[in-house]
């Protein structure tokens, strides 16, 4: 009984928990940054600290080119918008390709019924 009250416990506290993270910049506070001096290393580190991913079309990323963005800046931002694409990806069909299921496993349904 005190473990399951344990648990409980643990359970709820963990899910009172949260953390504070800052939110993500927008296009216009990286066309800012670069504005003010900061280095394209300086605009990347503050990309990664907030966890900055934006969904830009090719007319945003010469926008923003336009504006000042440094280059590096910019690919930084393609490249983390093609990883989170590929990590949404992934975690939509993970259950259907799990390695474990071999090659007639689960995965070979392909969204049928199996």
Request: proline share 5%; hydrophobic share 40%; charged share 20%.
């Amino acid at each position: 009984m005190r473990t399951l009250a344990f648990s409980v416990l643990c359970g709820l506290l963990a899910g009172c928990a949260t953390l504070d993270s800052p939110p993500p910049l927008s296009g216009a506070e990286i066309v800012e940054l670069a504005r003010t001096g900061k280095t394209a290393p300086e605009i990347i580190a503050e990309l990664r600290r907030t966890n900055t991913v934006l969904a830009l079309r090719a007319s945003d990323y010469v926008a923003l080119h336009d504006e000042g963005v440094p280059d590096e800046v910019l690919n930084y931002l393609q490249s983390a918008q093609i990883e989170d694409a590929l990590w949404r990806e992934r975690s939509l069909h993970w259950g259907w390709n799990f390695p474990a299921w071999g090659y007639y496993g689960r995965g070979s349904c392909r969204g049928r019924r199996c």
